[in-house]
T-cell receptor
Framework: KNEVEQSPQNLTAQEGEFITINCSYS?????LHWLQQHPGGGIVSLFM???GKKKHGRLIATINIQEKHSSLHITASHPRDSAVYIC??????????FGKGTLLTVNP | EPEVTQTPSHQVTQMGQEVILRCVPI?????FYWYRQILGQKVEFLVS????????KSEIFDDQFSVERPDGSNFTLKIRSTKLEDSAMYFC?????????????FGSGTRLTVV
């Protein structure tokens, strides 16, 4: 069973700051997902990556398969980025095992 | 962009009642899933469905739970006799995994409250 750990659990930032959220997992995987969950609960897929780095707007995700570690970065953070960010890894039947999430609050 | 649609968005039910949560996954995806999230906790896997049958289920998915894909479109989760501890957000998801694409699409969830 894959154990997924995220840090930090809570993160408060000022608008404009550079944000980093970390994820580590215990069992080798083929891909890793970064997800966003807003208050009210809906889950949105941000990235799915299997190597290297991906960028979408102000969001950047990196993964190091050998070290079993991934990071999500947000550049020039904005209050609308406030949400829970979750990493998840696939296992048998491609089901996802989720981390506990990182609650990000960006203050104006 | 294709979406996964879930209905209802909220459901309140009395303990012991049966509920059916409905989902319309993306039609050409191969795998369909139900996950749940109890308030304040992480998202947990319930069941995966592939080739018109359950491919895997968690220990949470006991005899009171069942899934169906009755018409090739809808994908339902039935809870036969709800308990207070079934109160949670239930997410449906679909994936093209199996075609080398591990991308996932989630529905917006059904918030189930058992009273």
């Amino acid at each position: 069973k894959n154990e997924v750990e995220q840090s930090p659990q809570n993160l408060t930032a000022q608008e404009g700051e550079f944000i980093t959220i970390n994820c580590s997992y215990s069992v080798g995987i083929s891909a890793l997902h970064w997800l966003q969950q807003h208050p009210g609960g809906g889950i949105v897929s941000l990235f799915m990556l299997s190597s290297g780095k991906k960028k979408h707007g102000r969001l950047i995700a990196t993964i190091n398969i050998q070290e079993k570690h991934s990071s999500l970065h947000i550049t020039a953070s904005h209050p609308r980025d406030s949400a829970v960010y979750i990493c998840a890894v696939p296992g048998s039947n491609y089901k996802l095992t989720f981390g506990k999430g990182t609650l990000l609050t960006v203050n104006p | 962009e294709p979406e996964v649609t879930q209905t209802p968005s909220h459901q309140v039910t009395q303990m012991g009642q049966e509920v059916i949560l409905r989902c319309v996954p993306i039609s050409n995806h191969l795998y369909f899933y139900w996950y749940r999230q109890i308030l304040g906790q992480k998202v947990e896997f319930l069941v995966s469905f592939y080739n018109n049958e359950i491919s895997e289920k968690s220990e949470i998915f006991d005899d009171q739970f069942s899934v169906e894909r009755p018409d090739g479109s809808n994908f339902t989760l039935k809870i036969r006799s709800t308990k207070l501890e079934d109160s949670a957000m239930y997410f449906c998801a679909s994936s093209e995994a199996g075609r080398g694409n591990y991308g996932y699409t989630f529905g917006s969830g059904t918030r189930l409250t058992v009273v």
